[in-house]
């Protein structure tokens, strides 16, 4: 097993990296403080239940934990205002106080969605992030939870780190291949951010990770993990250095939001959208190669760069209005200078944004 810290002074916590490493979940929960005298929850979804529920839940009970579960339809869908009541109503209805703790067991809808119940039940407990998917090493670090609004995603929402991410390779085998590429979309783009050596490594690894192969992946976890951490602890509530971590996001999640958030998984938005930053990259002037080197590592990764014929460039203008990132009245991006090297650009025209999101769709 492997640790990582992430730090945030007194709300510091430890990422756990290793295959088989569920079976301690009782151990560590014993570990850091989580009382036996409350009753607990995990979240989950019916794609994860059947694989890994009873696991978690029987590694709890014989360490003397009462353990109640809600179990949500997978998708984007999940995370939304009436399936956050439902979970508030199991919570309730179960008995949870304030020494209690929410687990959440599934991808990154999951941990934000179990993560935001945890943020605002009894105006907040304790909150375990134990991700099943690739994706989820990048969601199930930094304490960023929320839920979706019809107009806009991740608009209502909290900021609770959890006191531990579990993170158990083993979990990953029972992914189909399309989550696999997905998750490994925020792989590459940590890469990207801050790494060099990393995102060019991403490339070269692109089948080994594909094929989940073990020693590849646990590395590529841990230093996706790390480059998030790093972020995180400079900049724990996104106050500067964290937007960095958004990259493809802008376009990213305005593709999730025309796609009705089930036609596109997040991965194949985000690189899609870090597709178009590239491109945009090039339009302001930077390096000339950098739409080319993203695009070889996305696809590396069997990752979508370009849009259907049939998404409305006008739907994807009007999603990013309502994103978080549009300020003031401007288009804030985050545009890459180089491979490994970022700057957020606060006044970015909105007809070269455009322009891109046309490019988008004129790509073979």
Not at 10 to 18: A, H, L, Q, T, V
Not at 144 to 156: G, R
Not at 343 to 362: F, H, M, N, T, Y
Request: aromatic share 6%.
């Amino acid at each position: 097993m492997r640790t990582l810290q992430v730090d945030l002074g007194e709300r510091s916590y430890p990422i756990y990296i290793g295959a088989g490493i569920l079976d301690t979940l009782g151990e560590l929960s014993e570990k850091h403080g989580i009382t036996r005298k409350s009753p607990h929850l995990i979240v989950t979804d019916d794609q994860v239940a059947p694989h890994y529920l009873s696991l978690a839940v029987e590694r709890l009970k014989s360490q003397g934990y009462t353990v109640i579960t809600h179990i949500v339809p997978s998708g984007e869908s999940s995370k939304s205002l009436q399936v956050y009541e439902e979970v508030m109503t199991t919570a309730i209805n179960g008995k949870l106080d304030r020494s209690s703790a929410v687990f959440a067991l599934g991808g990154g809808v999951v941990g934000d969605l179990a993560g935001f119940v945890a943020a605002t039940y009894m105006r907040g407990v304790t909150f375990v992030q134990i991700p099943t998917t690739i994706l989820a090493h990048d969601s199930s670090v930094g304490g960023k939870v929320a839920v979706n609004h019809p107009l806009a995603k991740n608009m209502i929402g909290a900021f609770h780190q959890p006191v531990m991410v579990v993170y158990d390779v083993n979990t990953l085998k029972s992914l189909p291949p399309r989550e696999v590429s997905s998750g490994l979309a925020e792989m590459v783009k940590h890469g990207l951010i801050l790494d060099r050596d990393f995102a060019y490594w991403c490339r070269e690894n692109g089948q080994k990770l594909l094929n989940l192969q073990p020693d590849t992946l646990i590395y590529g976890l841990e230093r996706g993990c790390a480059i998030k951490a790093k972020v995180v602890s400079q900049d724990e509530r996104e106050g500067g250095l964290r937007a960095i971590l958004n990259l493809g996001h802008t376009i990213g999640h305005a593709i999730e939001a025309v796609g009705g958030y089930g036609r596109f998984l997040h991965g194949e938005a985000i690189a899609i959208g870090m597709a178009g930053s590239a491109r945009l990259a090039e339009m302001l002037g930077r390096n000339s190669d950098l739409y080319d080197e993203t695009v070889s590592m996305l696809r590396a990764m069997n990752l979508p760069v370009t849009l259907p014929d049939d998404v409305p460039v006008e739907g994807i203008m009007d999603a990013m209005q309502h994103d978080k990132k549009f300020a003031e009245g401007q288009m804030v991006f985050i545009v890459p200078d180089a491979i490994g090297s970022v700057s957020i650009v606060k006044d970015v025209p909105v007809e070269a944004v455009r322009s891109v999101v046309e490019q988008l769709k004129g790509e073979e």
